[in-house]
């Protein structure tokens, strides 16, 4: 059964920075993409972005270019989100998912899903 577990959320002041992880367990997730989303009140869960676990291979949503960096670390199954040069607009519920494929970047196309880290940014 497959396990997601992120931390790492919190409070920051704009312009700081916040490092999230997400442990998997579960099964070996070659083949896999791991993503990150994100849900701010009121609003659709949106994607942040993704790696391919065996290639490392990522990709963004616009919003997050330059500031994001999605990374894994295959002997700790852990995926990681460092985020840089926080904006309020960047608060909402971060959360991990996996799923067998490649370049999806719908929700609806992720089959796992963590419980969420909550990640604030006060202006």
């Known amino acids: 059964q497959v396990q997601l577990v992120e931390s790492g959320g919190g409070l920051v002041q704009a312009g700081g920075s916040l490092r999230l992880s997400c442990l998997a367990s579960?099964?070996?997730?070659?083949?896999?993409?791991m993503g990150w989303f994100r849900q701010a009140p009121g609003k659709e869960r949106e994607f942040v972005a993704a790696?391919?676990?065996?290639?490392?291979?990522?990709y963004y949503t616009d919003s997050v270019k330059g500031r994001f960096a999605i990374s894994r670390s295959e002997a700790k199954n852990t995926v990681y989100l460092q985020m840089n040069s926080l904006k309020p607009e960047d608060t909402a519920i971060y959360y991990c998912?996996?799923?067998?494929?490649?370049?999806?970047?719908?929700?609806?196309?992720?089959?796992?899903w963590g419980q969420g880290t909550q990640v604030t940014v006060s202006s």
């Open positions: 790696i391919t676990w065996r290639a490392g291979s990522t």
């Open positions: 579960g099964r070996t997730f070659n083949g896999y993409t």
């Open positions: 998912a996996a799923d067998f494929s490649f370049g999806k970047r719908s929700p609806r196309d992720y089959a796992y």
